[in-house]
């Protein structure tokens, strides 16, 4: 039985699934994304928009998914999470392959 005392306030929000982009193609990334899946971009897939709209609803973690769409992209990728990882302790990062 659930205690209806409990709000969301109450708990740690962790989301499971996020992107965010290096500055120079992160809103072209994330409305081609949105054309892609016929969904509205409401964000510039920018870490300071994910933070700030995350930090909204009360989001204390992040868990970053990528994917390379050539295997040269990996290294590249893979040095942007570490940096935005150290940055950001609060996201945590699937290494590109």
């Given amino acids: 039985m659930i205690n209806s005392e409990y709000t ?3 708990f740690d929000i962790i989301d499971t699934h996020a992107h965010v982009f290096p500055a ?3 809103e072209k990334a994330a409305h081609n994304i949105g054309d892609f899946y016929d969904l509205p ?3 510039d897939g920018s870490c300071e928009a994910l933070l700030k709209s995350g930090s909204a609803f ?3 973690k992040y868990v970053m998914c990528f994917v390379a769409s050539t295997p040269e992209q990996g290294g590249h990728i893979n040095t942007f999470l570490s940096y935005h ?6 996201f945590y990062v699937f290494c590109a392959f």
Avoid: I, L, P
């Fill in 8 to 10: 969301w306030k109450d």
């Fill in 24 to 26: 120079k193609v992160a």
């Fill in 41 to 43: 971009s409401r964000h």
């Fill in 58 to 60: 009360g989001v204390k």
């Fill in 85 to 90: 990882q150290n940055e950001h302790k609060e």
